[in-house]
């Protein structure tokens, strides 16, 4: 006899007894806090959202220097331009996470909602790549920015040699990566925690079509 | 969500609830870990449940949220980490003190399954739940093919186990 089919045999015969949850044992049930991948899924969109949101809006009312430089740069077509990408962005981005969350359904195929899984895990990824390539534009944008508004600072870099002016950049852009490095870093780490299993399975599922 | 609702539900699935445990059974290896599975695809069925139509079978339905719970969409929580394992097998063999070979079979048997990865467990699971091919591709959304080709691996890698 097939290992297989013993099995089957024991596990319809009854021999195992399960406790019989009564009525009144699912009902509080129902109401519970769920712990599923989806939902911690949806609390990292949110506070992505609300965080870059912040880090956008919190310096503009929390210091009055910045107020203004932020409305001078306005009147810079680039610096005006970038704004509005970026509310665009966020704009699209609420909308594909509100698209692709709707799409998660646990009546799909194990592999469908896999995917529809991980397609949202990619909305977030591209959000988070474009704030960070936002940020690695902003460094040298508002450099040249201050460079053209502030004759101090002008006549500061005006008087610096050529190697200084080399290690001036070296350092932004050393300073600029770390920077990008450790959050990416972050990210893959949040993520990598919280989709190992979906991608391990993911990946068997997917294994068995090559 | 309306009284009624939640009352056809909850009668449903307390009928069928070994469906549930029998996930369970196979994706966990406490009580702890067990009652915890258990809640978590009761919620999730209890939230895919207004769409669900009647147009399938309630237990049909149920096998594919409960898979698709204890696969992809449950997180172990925190609560159960310092829980020991046990063997509930084992355990029931202890007791009784069997030394019968089927019952010795199928004790290495239960341990073998549970070395198997999530994605064998639920051909397994749906195996001996007398699931046809069509089903158990339907379920995981792979091809009826692949899905043979899968339980013979899985047999082969079970036999594998038990004969090492």
């Not at chain 1, 949850?21 to 990292?44: C, E, Q, R």
């Not at chain 2, 019952?103 to 046809?132: G, M, R, S």
């Amino acid at each position: 006899m097939d290992e297989l089919d013993l099995l089957k045999k024991d596990w319809n015969s009854g021999n195992t007894e399960f406790k019989s949850y009564s009525d009144s044992d699912i009902y509080p049930m129902l109401h519970k806090k769920s712990s599923s991948i989806v939902k911690t899924l949806f609390y990292i969109s949110i506070a992505e959202l609300a965080f870059w949101l912040l880090a956008g809006i919190l310096p503009y009312f929390l210091s009055s220097n910045f107020k203004e430089k932020l409305e001078t740069s306005y009147e810079n077509p680039l610096f005006l331009g970038l704004s509005i990408l970026s509310y665009i962005v966020i704009l699209l981005f609420i909308y594909l996470l509100f698209k692709s969350y709707k799409a998660i359904s646990s009546t799909d195929s194990a592999k469908k909602l896999m995917e529809n899984i991980l397609k949202t895990r990619k909305v977030i990824k591209y959000y988070v790549i474009f704030n960070l390539a936002m940020i690695f534009l902003s460094i040298p944008l508002s450099l040249y920015f201050e460079y053209n508004e502030n004759p101090e600072f002008h006549q500061q870099i005006i008087e610096f040699s050529t190697n200084q002016m080399l290690v001036l950049y070296g350092f932004i852009i050393l300073v600029a990566g770390i920077f990008l490095i450790l959050l990416w870093l972050f990210y893959r780490l949040i993520y990598g925690v919280l989709l190992k299993r979906l991608n391990r399975n993911y990946d068997e599922l997917k294994k068995l079509e090559v | 969500m309306n009284k009624e609702l939640e009352h056809s539900f909850v009668e449903q699935l307390q009928k069928h609830q070994n469906i549930v445990h029998k996930v369970c059974r196979l994706y966990t290896n406490n009580a702890d870990a067990h009652n915890d599975l258990f809640q978590e695809i009761t919620i999730q069925l209890w939230r895919a449940y207004p769409k669900f139509r009647g147009d399938s079978k309630f237990s049909t339905w149920m096998y594919r949220v409960g898979l698709n719970t204890a696969i992809t969409l449950y997180r172990k929580s925190k609560r159960r980490i310092n829980t020991q394992e046990f063997d509930t097998v084992e355990f029931k063999i202890k007791a009784e003190e069997y030394d019968d070979t089927e019952e010795q079979q199928l004790k290495l048997l239960y341990k073998a399954v549970h070395q198997l990865n999530d994605i064998e467990k639920a051909l397994v699971f749906l195996y001996l739940e007398d699931k046809d091919y069509r089903e158990i591709s339907a379920t995981l959304g792979i091809s009826e093919v692949n899905a043979r080709v899968k339980m013979n691996r899985v047999k082969k890698k079970l036999r594998t186990i038990l004969n090492p």
